[in-house]
């Protein structure tokens, strides 16, 4: 809040609105959260907080396989928007991935894949934010010794020359086929890639 006072600009200060946990800022009085997820920025929940509304700040292209991690659970039937899908497998012959859409809850800290109808997804209820400093969002899939998961992310990820990980990693097209990720690709937080973790000559 600003004041001209003699000529000179002075401020007054004012309540702060809410408490920010990297790309989470919660309401001070759990009205609501909002999360930006067109951010970089990491999402650093140090503790679970129950909030009465979300709101996802998210820009998404319609119609197209896209991924994402959540901190919140919530009943699809709140969500508006979106149709999301669990990892299942990875077909080797042609290098397809496989889903199953989740029909009954979505789980907080855990990965999925989602198609939107529009370029936003809505929550119609509030939801606990849960921790998420030491979560490790992976699904596993139908994993029947083939090697592959779905890993989710809390934090932006950039994979350079040399980094292990590279030849393992993928990120899915708007097909639902694999591309492998190459030297200094990014993605983004609350979103999510395919790590095969078995011999990279087998693939």
């Known amino acids: 809040r600003f004041a001209d006072v003699d000529g000179h600009v002075e401020m007054s200060p004012v309540a702060a ?16 959260a909002i999360i930006d997820g067109n951010s970089e920025t990491s999402v650093l ?5 129950e909030v009465d509304a979300i709101e996802l700040n998210r820009t998404f292209a319609a119609g197209t396989i896209s991924t994402i991690t959540l901190p ?10 979106a149709v999301f899908y669990r990892f299942k497998y990875v077909s080797s012959d042609d290098w397809t991935v496989h889903v199953g859409s989740v029909r009954d809850e979505l789980i907080a800290n855990t990965p ?3 198609k939107t109808t529009g370029e ?15 979560a490790s969002p992976t699904d596993l899939g139908q994993d029947e010794g083939d090697g592959w998961e779905l890993r989710g992310t809390y934090g932006k990820m950039v994979w350079r020359e040399g980094h292990p990980d590279l ?37």
């Open 112 to 114: 999925y894949l989602v």
């Open 17 to 32: 609105l809410g408490t920010t946990y990297g790309a989470v800022c919660a309401y001070n009085d759990d009205s609501k």
């Open 120 to 134: 936003t997804i809505s929550f119609k209820t509030g939801a606990t934010l849960e921790r998420t400093l030491d």
């Open 167 to 203: 030849g393992h990693i993928y990120y899915i097209d708007d097909a639902g086929k694999l591309k492998k990720i190459e030297a200094d690709d990014e993605l983004g937080p609350m979103q999510a890639y395919i790590y095969f973790n078995g011999d990279i000559s087998d693939i």
């Open 45 to 49: 929940l140090p503790w679970n907080i």
């Open 72 to 81: 919140f659970s919530m009943y699809v039937e709140n969500v508006e928007g």
